[in-house]
């Protein structure tokens, strides 16, 4: 099935630092359908397994097919340099990033009889093999209230509910080489800028920002205060660990120079009592797959191994990421720590949240530990309950 109408110019063989590169290959004798469902690894031929590691062998060395994208917007021409292996949904991200419209909101109009294909479906899955293809991007609007957020929000899953990332065989290996691929190439394109210098020994606590410890749509909105809008305890939390943590904010937030003003409006980088060491954005994230009751999924990760390879004294056993969404650990699920959303600031049960000067106690019980990926973090709290009561609020 074709979903894009090509042009006839060849793909380029080599990828450059502009490119959105994913590694999703698609492997021979491995049928695809667009039903959203995959089968088990286990009837996959042994053969097709292997083809599709040599075909993820020849991605990471360069060897991918990338293509160019000729995109109009607001009367404005944008081109786009996209990988065979890349998927609709990182189009959309690339789109978000060059001209500021959400996912939600794009309308991307050139597909064959105005069929939009899922997120998950590969650039070389639209076959455009031949050449580049022309797109018309278009922003939908919505009456006011019935706007969708455009932060990722937790989807209602249990507690204990596993989200698996691939249910195993070919979907498994190309998954892992998307995603691999993504990290790598976020690495090599972004670097990431101290804000304080890294501390020898220290562990590092990465930390979000919107409905983790601030209520950014009260704050945006100007309906309480920047006091209220913060999560309570949020300074003394942040003075309490930074003897043992090194401190990353990590935000949905698109664009550094936005995030840096959320915080300096917050009063979090002019502090005596802690620093923060570095922060990161949107762009540092990319979509991976979730694969859930037989249904696959996008969702924004933030992958915890970019830091890991820019700064390696970190790692899998000393890092913790404490986050309000669970879909954004699923690459590090063991570094994860999910938090309540700290929602409607100024009202009695925002004022009462206790959850900062609990998770105090809680990073401060695990520095005596030596690897992280020991423990599991879904049950803080009891842990908290076992400690002793002193300091608590």
């Not at 060849?10 to 089968?39: C, I, L, M, N, Y």
């Not at 606590?205 to 409905?211: E, H, S």
Request: charged letters at 30%; hydrophobic letters at 35%.
């Amino acid at each position: 099935m074709s979903y894009i109408q090509p042009t006839v110019k060849a793909p380029s063989a080599e990828p450059d630092s502009g490119g959105f590169g994913p590694q999703r290959p698609k492997a021979q004798g491995h049928e695809e359908t667009w039903t959203g469902k995959v089968s088990s690894g286990s009837s996959c031929p042994a053969e097709t397994v292997l083809e599709t590691e040599a075909e993820v062998k020849r991605i990471e060395h360069g060897k991918e097919p990338w293509y160019e994208l000729a995109i109009s917007y607001a009367g404005k021409p944008i081109s786009l340099r996209l990988a065979a292996s890349d998927r609709v949904s990182d189009l959309k991200q690339a789109l978000y990033t060059l001209t500021g419209v959400p996912p939600k909101r794009q309308v991307i109009e050139g597909f064959v009889d105005g069929e939009l294909p899922p997120d998950w479906v590969r650039m070389d899955e639209l076959l455009l093999v031949d050449g580049t293809a022309l797109l018309t991007l278009k922003e939908a609007f919505w009456a006011q209230g019935e706007e969708p957020d455009t932060k990722e929000v937790e989807d209602p899953l249990k507690d204990d509910e596993i989200v698996e990332l691939s249910p195993g065989g070919v979907e498994e290996i190309v998954n892992r080489a998307h995603d691999e691929g993504k990290i790598q190439e976020i690495t090599k394109m972004h670097q990431i800028e101290l804000l304080s210098p890294l501390r020898r020994g220290k562990k590092l606590l990465v930390l979000d920002l919107d409905r983790t410890i601030v209520d950014i749509l009260a704050l945006r909105e100007g309906k309480s205060s920047i006091e209220e809008c913060m999560r309570p305890g949020i300074h003394e939390f942040l003075s309490a660990v930074y003897p043992d943590y090194d401190i990353c904010i990590w935000s949905q937030t698109k664009g550094g120079e936005v995030l840096d003003e959320k915080l300096d409006t917050l009063g979090l980088t002019q502090r005596d009592d802690y620093k923060i060491s570095f922060v990161l954005d949107r762009k540092f994230m990319f979509t991976a797959m979730r694969y859930r009751k037989g249904d696959w999924s996008t969702s924004l990760v933030k992958p915890l191994k970019v830091i890991w390879n820019h700064f390696p004294q970190f790692s899998a056993k000393n890092s913790i990421h404490i986050d309000d969404a669970r879909q954004v650990f699923s690459l590090n699920p063991r570094q994860g720590l999910r938090v309540p959303a700290f929602q409607e600031a100024g009202s009695e049960t925002a004022k009462q949240d206790n959850v900062l000067y609990r998770l105090a106690k809680y990073l401060i019980f695990l520095v005596d530990i030596d690897d992280f990926t020991t423990v599991d973090h879904a049950n803080w709290e009891l842990v908290v309950d076992e400690l002793p009561s002193n300091n608590e609020r």
